[in-house]
Structures are given as C-alpha cells and as structure tokens.
C-alpha cells in the first residue's frame, strides 16, 4: 500500500493505492500553522472509511510520497531562517548586482530588488581561488573565526558560504564549513560548490542563500513529519515531491531544501500526461489544477514536460533565481478561495487575495466574511451545500448569498445570481489569460490541445475555460480533485549531480572528464531503490 499526499494553501489531498492498484482520494482541510495535521487528518479519514484505526492503516504503508508548498510559502511570506552569507574579500555585492538584467530596459525608476541576504548580514571573508583551482590568496582562519563570532553574536540561525571558483578548488569552503561546525555548532550551513557547483557567480551564490534560508525551517518540517508518521504507526519510507518531477526521501530533502521549491504543483502535468495518454492520445496537453488559493496552468508538449531553463521566485531579475531548472508552471491568484471585491471605480476583480483555509469561504462559516468564487457557486447552485466533500461538510448558502449581495450585486446594481455569475465569468476570464500565456505565446493552438481539469476547484468552470479556449475535449480524471497527489505515485525516484569541468571540442580531455564524472559515481549507490532517474551536468 502506497499513502500521495498534498499540502496545499486550502485542502490537504490524500491518495491511497491499494496492493490491488486500486485508488481511493480524501481531503481534509490544510492547517497553516501544523501541516503536518492535514496529512494526519487526511490519513485519517482513509482509516475510518476502512473501519480500522490509523495505527492499522499505517502499519500496512510502505511508502508515503509527500508534496508541499512550505518551501515556496516561507519564500513569499519572508518567514525563512535568518541567514548570514559569507563570499570572497571584495565581492560582498554579488547578490545585488546579480547578473544586470532587467524586464523594461529603459524604465530608470523601477527601484532595485531588495538582495536575498541583506548587506547587514553579509561577510566578506580573507581569501581567494583563481580560476585555475589555485591557491591566490590563503585563506585567514583567524579572521574567519572572528567572522563566526559575529554571526553567533548576530544571531544568525543558517550560513551560505559561497567563494570564487570554489567549483574548481572547494578547499576553502571545505574549511570554512569544518570551522563553523567547531565555532557555530548546531547551525546549518549550505556550501556552493555542493549544492550548485556551476559558472556565474549570481546563480551559484543565489542557491546557496536560499538552500541555507531553509535549512532550519524544511529540517524541523520534514524531521516532525516523519517522527509524528512513526509515532502514529507508519514503518514505511517517506519520500518528498521536487521542483523537477521526481521524490527523494525525506532526510535527503532536508540536506538540501531547495529542491522542494515547486514541490506539490510539479506533480500535476505528470499526471496529466498520464490521463491523456490513456484517454485521448494527444500529444498537446494544458493541465488546470485549481485549487482553493491558486489557479496552476502547465503544460505537456509532444508527449514532453517542459522544463524552464532557470526559475526565479517572483518575476524574472527582480526576484531571486534558484539556479536549477524546474518544470514550468504558470500560477494565478486564481481559485475557489480567491476572493471577488469592487473597486472605486465599479470594477469587478477576482483575487489575487484568497481566503485560503482560515478562515476559508463564507459558506465555510468558518469566519470568513468576504464572497469567494466557491460563495458564487453554492449562491448559482453548482455545489450541493449538503453534500460538500462527499457530505462530511455542510455549506452556509444563505451567508455566501448574503455575502455576494452586499459586497458584489449591490454596489454594482445586480441581482444575486447576476453578481455570482460575474463572479465566475471574470475568474474564468484570468484562468484563460494564464493558460494562453504558455500556449499561444508559445505557438500552441488550444484548439489542438486537450485540456485536463484537475484541483478541488476543478469542476466549476473548466466546461467553461475549454469553450473560452476552443479546447475540443475536456478530461476530468476521476482522481483529478487530487491531481497533484495522483501525479505522485506516477513520478520517477530521481536525483540530480553537477560537476563543472572546462575542455575544449579542439583538444578534448576525456580522462579529466571522467574523473569528474567519477565524482559523482560514488553517490549513485545513494540514489532511490526502484524506478531511478539519475540527471548528470558536466
């Protein structure tokens, strides 16, 4: 028996595939400040729909596959660890300058990005490696210890440590990593040449500041998921969901969280590749996963996932790029908790802000006061408000129609049904703008494409998107409320090892390539037992 779960901003999604293969999906709701309840609560709900306690049900898992959006949401909400970030004498702006590009070129007011590490917490260490993998300028330990002793009187609770060409001699890291274990115990550290050993200094020092960010958080995280699944009756192995479509376990995500960025959406197109493979066979798929926050647009291209060359968190030079590809996803404030205002003006909006799980949608009488996309539909009567979530949930209908009454059909003169309906209308409305955002812009004709809906949210207006669209065949998997979870028992065990080495065509070394090569062979013994992907940069 096999245990999907997802943790999104709304619902926390559990798939169960039985030794027979047979799938059985649940929800429960997400808990922002102990996610790890919503996978407990989720798992729950499969005991009691088998009539057999937790402990029982666990006892039979062997392995659990976990995605979750704790990584990307701590980014977002600044919630990360306080991190120090020590580089080479002389190069303490290398995550401000980062790599000089710019979105309008000619637009001298736009105020330059904030650095992922603040100049107040950045240190610029007494040494030097030339590109050659020499020894420039030694490295001073008297002054590195002196360095330690600021950052413990700073307070800091993670170190990235990244150094010029440390790629092609890491000798220096190595020993700064050696005397922040002596000097600063007990607080976690990210090497750049481990984590990310590629050219450009930007890219490299970029990850090595977001990795150590999570560190302290993604290690409690996952470390509390395991012990709490043990504690409850689960021997199996725990693995987790990253950025590029594939699982590793759990305590070898912590060592390096970074990969954990995207982790639940990445799962979707694998899924949706999947369903449309068995039920249309077309090689073109858009897959939806509306959620209950955001509204996720991916997309599956002769029969390939594409994957983005470099993925930024926020918009493209002004937020922080995390150095690694991932596969592309396109999301919106665009979801059954998105919340629907008027502006001064008399303008309907839908979102970006949402409701999320607390306090949720008004008819989750849950204290939520202002109409959702979910409030129109219970008011339009597409959702049974007694028989939500396979009826273990009853809606309020008479307080989200309230709710639409007073914030959208009066001041814009509408009646009730009017406003709802408008409300549908303007979110469909983004949800197609997201999605030909990553098909027509990218020479795909939707009307050539088949269009999977997936998320809790999926079917409240996805007939309407595929007509908006022109799509010809709209999928709504049976487990597409869960889609991401479902993507998840299909996905590869995979991991990803770099080695830089510089050669030329003219004169090519191949043992220097080998040897580099090697340096990662070791580690193949480490890498998942079953389906293996095994990704190697040189």
């Known amino acids: 028996m096999r245990f999907a779960c997802d943790t999104g901003g709304t619902f926390t999604d559990l798939i169960v595939e039985d030794d027979d293969g047979a799938l059985t999906m649940y929800k429960a709701s997400t808990t922002p400040s102990d996610p790890v309840k919503g996978v407990l609560d989720a798992l729950t709900l499969a005991a009691e729909a088998r009539e057999i306690a937790l402990s029982d049900l666990l006892a039979r898992g062997d392995m659990l596959i976990h995605g979750t959006t704790h990584a990307i949401n701590a980014i977002i909400t ?63 330990e008297a002054a590195t210890i002196e360095i330690i002793a600021k950052l413990k009187d700073a307070e800091v609770e993670a170190v990235a440590v990244c150094f010029l060409w440390s790629i092609s001699n890491p000798m220096h890291e190595l020993r700064v990593g050696e005397l922040l274990e002596e000097h600063l115990p007990g607080v976690p550290y990210t090497l750049s040449h481990q984590i990310n050993p590629a050219l450009r200094e930007y890219r490299r020092a970029s990850a090595t500041a977001i990795d150590a960010s999570l560190k302290p958080l993604m290690g409690k995280y996952l470390g509390g998921l395991t012990e709490r699944l043990t504690a409850a009756g689960f021997e199996g192995r725990t693995l987790v969901l990253t950025s590029q479509g594939g699982m590793l376990d759990a305590s070898d995500l912590a060592q390096k969280p970074i990969h954990a960025i995207n982790s639940g959406p990445s799962m979707a197109p694998i899924a949706g590749r999947n369903y449309a493979d068995i039920d249309s066979g077309v090689s073109n798929v858009i897959i939806a996963d509306t959620g209950g926050t955001t509204y996720d647009v991916s997309l599956v291209r002769d029969g390939r996932i594409p994957l983005t060359k470099e993925t930024w968190i926020g918009q493209p030079f002004r937020g922080h790029m995390t150095g690694f590809p991932s596969i592309d996803i396109k999301s919106v404030g665009a979801g059954g908790g998105s919340i629907a205002w008027v502006d001064a003006g008399g303008l309907l909006h839908v979102g970006p802000q949402s409701a999320g799980a607390v306090p949720g949608p008004v008819c989750y009488a849950a204290g939520g006061v202002e109409p959702t996309v979910t409030d ?10 007694n028989y939500f979530l396979g009826g273990t949930m ?3 209908a008479e307080g989200a129609r309230a ?20 409300i549908l209308s303007v979110a469909t409305e983004n949800m197609v703008q997201a999605i030909s955002d ?35 065949t709209l999928l709504i998997p049976e487990t597409g409320a869960g889609l991401s ?12 090892y770099r080695a830089t080495f510089f050669t030329t065509s003219d004169a090519f070394d191949l043992d220097g390539v080998n040897r580099h090569s090697m340096r ?5 013994r480490n890498l998942l037992r079953g ?8």
């Open 376 to 385: 129109a539909c219970v008011s339009l009567g597409y959702l049974d408000p």
């Open 485 to 496: 979870a479902a993507g998840a028992l299909m996905s590869d065990l995979s991991n990803e």
């Open 438 to 472: 990553i098909t027509v812009d990218q020479g795909i004709d939707p009307a050539e494409a088949v269009l999977i809906g997936g998320g809790g949210a999926a079917g409240l207006n996805s007939i309407y998107i595929a007509r908006r669209l022109g799509c010809p």
């Open 403 to 422: 709710a639409v009454a007073q914030y959208v059909a009066e001041p814009l003169g509408l009646s009730v049904e009017e406003a709802a309906a408008s």
């Open 78 to 140: 600044g919630n990360t660890a306080r991190t120090a970030f020590l580089t080479t004498a002389g190069h303490p702006d290398i995550l401000v300058l980062r790599e000089g590009g710019r979105i309008e070129p000619f637009n001298f007011v736009a105020p330059y990005p904030d650095p992922y590490v603040p100049r107040s917490l950045t240190f610029e260490v007494p040494e030097r490696i030339n590109s050659a993998g020499a020894a420039h300028t030694a490295l001073d």
């Open 531 to 538: 389906r293996v992907r095994a990704r190697f940069r040189l």
């Open 394 to 396: 009853t809606l309020d």
């Open 520 to 524: 990662c062979a070791p580690k193949r």
